[in-house]
Nanobody
């Protein structure tokens, strides 16, 4: 059973940066695409970014494109989300998830393992 643990969240001013980490244990992420999703209060969980198992292809939501970068270290069983130029509307709980396959998806239904989430708060 894979366990995913996110870290790196916190409070930051608008325009600032944070780097989220997602450490996997109890199983490998090497053969699977990984994704980051976020959920703001009162809203549905939404896709933010995903990366294929090889790391060669990434996907981003339009709202974060150009500001966020997803990366992975398969040897270290870890996925990262570098977030720059943060905006108050980026405030949410951020979740890491492992996809059912290697290609990745923008749909949360295609992910079967989820972390507990880490809070990101951006003040104006």
């Amino acid at each position: 059973q894979v366990q995913l643990v996110e870290s790196g969240g916190g409070l930051v001013q608008a325009g600032g940066s944070l780097r989220l980490s997602c450490a996997a244990s109890g199983g490998t992420i090497r053969r699977y695409a990984m994704g980051w999703f976020r959920q703001a209060p009162g809203k549905e969980r939404e896709f933010a970014a995903a990366i294929r198992s090889s790391g060669g292809t990434t996907y981003y939501a339009d709202s974060v494109k150009g500001r966020f970068t997803i990366s992975r270290d398969n040897a270290g069983n870890t996925v990262y989300l570098q977030m720059n130029s943060l905006k108050p509307e980026d405030t949410a709980v951020y979740y890491c998830a492992r996809s059912r396959g290697a290609l990745g998806s923008r749909s949360k239904d295609e992910y079967d393992y989820w972390g507990q989430g880490t809070q990101v708060t951006v003040s104006s």
